[in-house]
């Protein structure tokens, strides 16, 4: 693994966004379960209590610290599309997740919407490890430890938003 940054800043229609992409040889409803089932998700993320049909879980990190917290699925069309808030309050998160098929492979777009650029310090070491954990869980690697991802605050600090589509170009 090359523990490079991957993540950048994208506007949406409802603000900031770090994005990050992972490509996968696999079908869509393989990765999807990888990401939408309690199952799938431990050994590379976490676990999640709850009934997910009705629109509210509970998550929690698989860290020896973290507690668990309320998720609200907005949206979710398997095996392709989700949309949540993680946390409540202030340290809520506003997550997608997208999924395409083609050609024998899968294109994961993940993003998580920003209240600032600053904040992509924080949050694209954080998901940049997580992703590759779920490749490494994927392949048989081992998983990769989070020190490997402390140069990437650097990386992330020093984005740029795009101009909004609104914004006029010079």
Same mark, same amino acid.
Do not use: M, N, Y
């Given at each position: 693994m090359s523990f490079k940054p991957t993540g950048r800043l994208a506007y949406r229609e409802?603000?900031?966004y770090f994005m990050l992409d992972r490509l996968f040889t696999a079908s869509k409803e393989d990765v999807w379960a990888?990401?939408?089932?309690s199952a799938g998700l431990h050994g590379w993320i976490g676990t999640y209590t709850g009934a997910p049909e009705t629109g =509210?879980?509970?998550?929690?990190?698989?860290?020896?610290?973290a507690e668990w917290e309320y998720v609200s699925i907005i949206k979710c069309i398997p095996p392709k599309r989700f949309t =949540?808030?993680?946390?409540?309050?202030d340290a809520?998160?506003?997550?997608i997740l997208h999924l395409v098929e083609g050609a024998g492979m899968t294109t994961l777009t993940f993003g998580q919407r920003l209240h600032s650029a600053a904040e992509a310090a924080r949050v694209g070491p954080f998901w940049d490890h997580y992703f590759d954990r779920l490749v490494a869980a994927r392949?048989?690697?081992?998983?990769?430890d989070r020190t490997h991802y402390q140069p990437h605050v650097e990386y992330y600090s020093e984005l740029i938003p795009p101009k909004k589509a609104t914004e006029p170009t010079t």
């Open positions: 409802d603000g900031l990888s990401v939408s089932r =509210a879980v509970r998550f929690k990190l698989d860290e020896p610290d =949540a808030d993680i946390g409540e309050g809520s998160r506003h997550v392949t048989g690697q081992p998983l990769p």
